[in-house]
Each structure stands twice: as structure tokens, then as C-alpha cells.
């Protein structure tokens, strides 16, 4: 059996497990050399929702933006599996006139799986300019403000943590807000096939915003713990 279909399996286990902790302690246990043997196998960006669009149509742009980290740069830790992953801050702006309500989808374009993981999806964030709290989603150690979530790739109603495998280098994190013109409504929870079947149909306005987040290899790792323990020992009063 090859490695992709090993970590496949891995996967499909993962979805049958029913508490948060017992899903973020398998993947942690996924082996470093799988991650570098998979290096090269990724969903690409091509597969993600907003470029699925943009090749059927051309819409309006929205802004999106984060007080956490800028366009391309690195998510800081604390919304991340390493951290207290909880869900960062978003704004956007620009909603065209005549949207009739907003949805936000996170999709990890470097997954090594056919297509993007999804890590959030929320269907419906009105319809005007506006903007989400750090932690505003629910997710496995925290509970956000209530607000109604659709399935991401584990089958959670939930944010789902940045985890990539170690050794598999950088991933990009594709935070899509995207203005719906008025139309049928999402099915409860949708999960990525019924959204992105809605979204095609009735996006009149896309924007986006990536962050990238890259697991530190196991014995890096190690070092920075060491190094943060000791300079704890050595600062502290005598």
C-alpha cells in the first residue's frame, strides 16, 4: 500500500471518532516521514471554492482583512491545533447592494487529499460590511457566540484548528467570504459539496484572505521547549 492511501485511511478513521481531542491526538501521532514522503501531494489551490468561481464567472470583489496576520503571512499560533485554536478575527467590506446574505468558507489548499479540507463554514453572516471576533466559532476547547456553523471535513459544527502533518511542509489557509444574491436557502449545516453547489449559483461577490501555518518538526520542537524551560529557570528569582 502506498503512502497516500495509508494517510487516507488515516483520515477516514479520524472522521469516525466522536470527541475533538481523540481527532487533534491521531493526527498529531501522524508519523513525520509521511509528511515528507507526501510533500508533493496537495489539493491545490485551483480546487478551492473562490477559484472554482472565478473560472465559471466574474463577480465583485470584497475586502477581507484580520487584525491577527496579513495576506500570505504566517496564522499565529493560538488559532492554530499547536495553540488554544480558537477562530481569528475577520472584517470584510465592500458588500455589493442588493446582497441578500454573507457566507465564509476556510478551505486548506495544501491538504494531502483530493480536495481543500475545510476548516470553517458559516452560511450566513447577514448582509453588510462587518466583522467576526477572535473566537467567535465554536471549536474543541472553546465556545463561540452561537454562530450557526456547517460541517467541516471531520463532521464538526465547528472551527477546525490548523494540524497539517509535520514535515509536509507550508500550508495556505484560504479564508473566502463570498455576497449571495437572494435565492433558495442553505440546508441545515451545509457541508463543502451543497455549499459549493449554493455558492456557484448565487455568489455575486467573492474576497479572500490566506494564511499559511507549517507544523515545527519534532525535534525542532523539542529544542524550543528545552530553550523556553531554561530560560524560564534562568530568569526566575533565586
Not at 95 to 110: F, I, M, Q
Not at 121 to 149: K, Q, R, Y
Not at 200 to 210: H, M, P, Y
Request: net charge negative.
Amino acid at each position: 500500500m502506498s503512502m497516500l492511501p495509508r494517510l487516507l485511511v488515516s483520515q477516514a478513521a479520524i472522521v469516525n471518532l466522536t470527541q475533538p481531542s481523540e481527532i487533534f491526538e491521531m493526527l498529531e501521532k501522524i508519523p513525520e516521514s509521511v509528511g515528507h514522503a507526501l510533500i508533493n501531494q496537495r489539493a491545490g489551490m485551483d480546487n478551492v471554492v473562490y477559484n472554482q468561481l472565478h473560472r465559471l464567472r466574474q463577480t465583485a470583489r470584497l475586502e477581507v482583512r484580520s487584525q491577527s496576520f496579513i495576506f500570505n503571512a504566517r496564522l499565529p499560533t493560538r488559532f492554530t491545533a499547536d495553540g488554544d485554536g480558537v477562530s481569528p478575527p475577520l472584517e470584510w467590506d465592500q458588500v455589493p447592494e442588493g446582497t441578500s446574505s454573507l457566507a465564509l468558507l476556510v478551505e486548506d489548499a495544501d491538504s494531502p487529499t483530493p480536495h481543500p479540507l475545510v476548516h470553517a463554514i458559516v452560511p450566513d453572516l447577514g448582509n453588510t460590511d462587518g466583522s467576526i471576533e477572535e473566537g467567535a466559532l465554536d471549536s474543541p476547547n472553546h465556545e463561540g457566540i452561537g454562530l450557526a456553523t456547517g460541517q467541516n471535513s471531520f463532521f464538526q459544527h465547528a472551527w477546525l484548528p490548523p494540524d497539517p502533518p509535520r514535515g509536509h511542509g507550508e500550508h495556505r489557509y484560504v479564508f473566502q467570504i463570498y455576497a449571495l444574491r437572494a435565492g433558495p436557502a442553505f440546508v441545515d449545516a451545509p457541508g463543502r459539496r451543497a455549499f459549493i453547489d449554493l455558492i456557484l449559483d448565487r455568489a455575486v461577490a467573492v474576497g479572500c484572505l490566506i494564511g499559511t501555518y507549517e507544523r515545527t518538526p519534532r525535534e525542532a520542537a523539542a529544542d524550543e521547549a528545552e530553550e523556553k524551560v531554561g530560560l524560564v529557570s534562568n530568569t526566575s528569582p533565586a
